[in-house]
Each structure stands twice: as structure tokens, then as C-alpha cells.
T-cell receptor
Framework: GNSVTQMEGPVTLSEEAFLTINCTYT??????LFWYVQYPGEGLQLLLKATKADDKGSNKGFEATYRKETTSFHLEKGSVQVSDSAVYFCALSDRSSGAGSYQLTFGKGTKLSVIP | GAGVSQTPSNKVTEKGKYVELRCDPI?????LYWYRQSLGQGPEFLIY????????DSGLPNDRFFAVRPEGSVSTLKIQRTERGDSAVYLCASSSLVQETQYFGPGTRLLVL
């Protein structure tokens, strides 16, 4: 079956520090990969995605590259801000699953706190 | 509407009671998903609708859980004989037919006492 493993938190960084949140996956087919973010008191929002190997997703200064050889999709940001404090979820959808569903399989989430 | 909405935002019930959770997807989105998120975990898939039909209900944990989408828009998740282990945040997401990206609602936080 499909699964996603991401580094456990919480992660605490100082403002302007470099961020990496590791994510690896197992999938039976050819998944698309996503990072979702949940800010305090808000719902899940798509941060970025990549649909095939070697694609790079980017948004708001965050980047992640789809690495098929290492089955990874690590999230990075060069300089975090206090406003980046949130819970980050790595997820995959496997288009080879039946019934046309793009159901998402999520990791457990990594809580990031950025301090001034 | 502008986004996916869910009602109620919070629901407290007693063990053994019946509850209904409602989801209003983004207008025009034909695909609708329900997920359940327990504390400290990522969301877990429950059921997927394409139009009015439940195309994939493989994530429903048991037969106490049921969902409908009679007109292909609003969906209701129904839980019978609630148990304390059903306490979680229930999330709804929708997407258009040709896109993978799912847009999530704010969730309904269910607490079973």
C-alpha cells in the first residue's frame, strides 16, 4: 500500500534560518506529491506539488523536488519567517488507484515554530 | 461559494448517539472527499464521490459510517452509534474533474463523550 513518512517535530528555528523537512514515500504506482500547510486556526492549504519525477514544486519561497530514485520529496526554504510557523504535511496521490480517485495519503505532519 | 464550507464547526455528542456532518464543496467541483484527522496524525481517507455516487468507500472504518451526496453537490457524513474513538476532526475536500488538487474545508471537530 501507499505510505508517507516525514520527519517528526516539533522543529524550532530562528528567523532567517534554513529549513528542511524530510519526506519519503512508498507507492504502488506513479504518485503525485504534495506539501500541505495548516496555519494555526486555519484549514489545510496546498503549498506546492510535483506530478512527475524531477519536477520541482515551489511557492512562497518553499521548494521541493520529486526524487524518484530516493522516493523523497523534501521541503526546503532558505530563510524562514515567523509567519511560516505552522504544521506541514507531506502527501501523495496515486493515480493508478481504482475508481478515478485521487485520494491523498498523508504523513503525520511536522510542526514548525519560528522564533524572532 | 469561495471555498469549501463545513458545518457544524464543532459537535459534542454522547456515546451511542447519531451525528450528521455537512460539507458544501466549491461550486462546480464534481469530486468530493471525506477525511478524518485524529490528534497528532495526518488526515486519513474515508470516502470519495464523483458526482452523486460513492466511487470509493474503502476508507470507511465500519458500517456505522455512511455518506451521501444526493444531488452531486452537498454531502453529508453520517455516523451511527458514536463511540469515543470517533472523536476527531472530519475534513471535506473537493476538486474539479480534471485536476488533482484538492481544496479543504475548515473541518468539523467531533467530540464523543
Amino acid at each position: 500500500g501507499n505510505s508517507v513518512t516525514q520527519m517528526e517535530g516539533p522543529v524550532t528555528l530562528s528567523e532567517e534560518a534554513f529549513l528542511t523537512i524530510n519526506c519519503t514515500y512508498t507507492a504502488t504506482g506513479y504518485p503525485s506529491l504534495f506539501w500541505y500547510v495548516q496555519y494555526p486556526g486555519e484549514g489545510l492549504q496546498l503549498l506546492l506539488k510535483a506530478t512527475k519525477a524531477d519536477d520541482k514544486g515551489s511557492n512562497k519561497g518553499f521548494e521541493a523536488t520529486y526524487r524518484k530514485e530516493t522516493t523523497s520529496f523534501h521541503l526546503e526554504k532558505g530563510s524562514v519567517q515567523v509567519s511560516d510557523s505552522a504544521v506541514y504535511f507531506c502527501a501523495l496521490s496515486d493515480r493508478s488507484s481504482g475508481a478515478g480517485s485521487y485520494q491523498l495519503t498523508f504523513g503525520k505532519g511536522t510542526k514548525l515554530s519560528v522564533i524572532p | 461559494g469561495a471555498g469549501v464550507s463545513q458545518t457544524p464547526s464543532n459537535k459534542v455528542t454522547e456515546k451511542g448517539k447519531y451525528v450528521e456532518l455537512r460539507c458544501d464543496p466549491i461550486s462546480g467541483h464534481t469530486a468530493l472527499y471525506w477525511y478524518r484527522q485524529s490528534l497528532g496524525q495526518g488526515p486519513e481517507f474515508l470516502i470519495y464521490f464523483q458526482g452523486t455516487g460513492a466511487a470509493d468507500d474503502s476508507g470507511l472504518p465500519n458500517d456505522r459510517f455512511f455518506a451521501v451526496r444526493p444531488e452531486g453537490s452537498v454531502s453529508t457524513l453520517k455516523i451511527q452509534r458514536t463511540e469515543r474513538g470517533d472523536s476527531a476532526v472530519y475534513l471535506c475536500a473537493s476538486s474539479s474533474l480534471v485536476q488533482e488538487t484538492q481544496y479543504f474545508g475548515p473541518g468539523t471537530r467531533l467530540l464523543v463523550l
